[in-house]
C-alpha cells in the first residue's frame, strides 16, 4: 500500500478513479450478491482500531489485524504483523493460508494511530485473493482494494489516516480521499450501512473529504431518469428522449427493442446497468442490490 508522508509532497484530489470506483462496488455485488454484502453491514469500530502508546507493539498489532479479520468475516485467517525499513506503508504476502505474512512500514511503531488502517488495506487484500475478485491491472487491483475495505466497513480508517495542514502532509491508500468518501457514502445507502461517521472522524480533513464525496453520491441519487432529478435535467431527458439520443456526458442511454425504447443507467446503489421501457412513471427493482427506484422514463 502506498503512503504518502512527505511534507510539502503533493496529495491527489477529485475523483480521478471513479469509473474503476464504480466497477469494483458492482463486482463486489456480483460476487458476493446482495445477502453477502449485507453481512458487513456494522462496520469496523472505532475502539478496535484504538492503540495506547504503552500497548506491547506487536501484541497490539496483533490485536488489531485479529480484529480486522474478523470484521471482514476472514475468521480462518491468521495474520503474521512485522515490521521494518520500507517505502511502501505495509504489504502482505498473499499464499494459500491459513496464515497470513504483514509487514508494516518502521515507522508505525510510533504512528501507532494510523496502524489500523495501514492494516485494514492488506487485510482486505487478503479477503479479495480468497475471494479470487480482482481486475487485470495492478493499478485497478489497488483501487478495488481500496474500495473492498471502504464498502465492506474497515476503509474509513484509510480516510481518517488523511491530514494536510502546517504541520503533517499523509493520505494512505490509493483513492483519493473525496474519493474515499464517496465510497463511504455509496455504503451508507444500504440499510444497515447509515453509521454517523461525523462522530469517528479524528482528522477535520477526512470529514471534510467525505462531506465532498457524500455530495456527489446524493448527486448521483438525483440524475434522470430517477423522479428525484431536478427541473433542468427533467428538461435535458425530456429532450434526448424525443431525438432518441443521450447528449454526451448523459448517465443514461436510449436502445431500440422489439417491445419498444428503451433507457439504460446505473443503479445508484450498486451501479448496475438498468433497461426500462420508455413509457413514462415506473417503479423499478435493482436485481442485483435490490433497490427500488422512482424513475420517470
Known sequence: MTQNGRRGSPIEHGFPHLDTVRAAITALFRRLSYEGIRAYDTSFAPADAAFAADDDLHLGAHRVASAIVRALRLPDARMVVCFRAMEQAATVELAAGPEYFIEVNDRFRTHRRDLAAALAHEVTHVLLHRLDL???ATADNEILTDTAAAYL???????????????????????????????????????????DLSTWFTSPQAYEA???GRALAGRELRRAPLVAADRAQRRRYARDRRAGAAAPG??????EHPAGTRVSFPCPVCGQRLRLPVRGPVRARCGLCRTVLDCDT
Not at 448523459?250 to 436502445?255: D, I, K, N, T, V
Open 134 to 136: 480482482h481486475f487485470p
Open 153 to 195: 466497513g474497515a476503509g474509513w480508517l484509510l480516510l481518517d489516516a488523511y491530514r494536510e495542514d502546517e504541520l503533517t502532509h499523509q493520505k494512505l491508500g490509493y483513492l483519493t480521499p473525496e474519493e474515499f468518501g464517496y465510497v463511504l457514502a455509496r455504503r451508507a445507502l444500504l440499510p444497515g450501512g447509515g453509521e
Open 210 to 212: 467525505y462531506v465532498r
Open 250 to 255: 448523459a448517465s443514461y442511454g436510449f436502445e
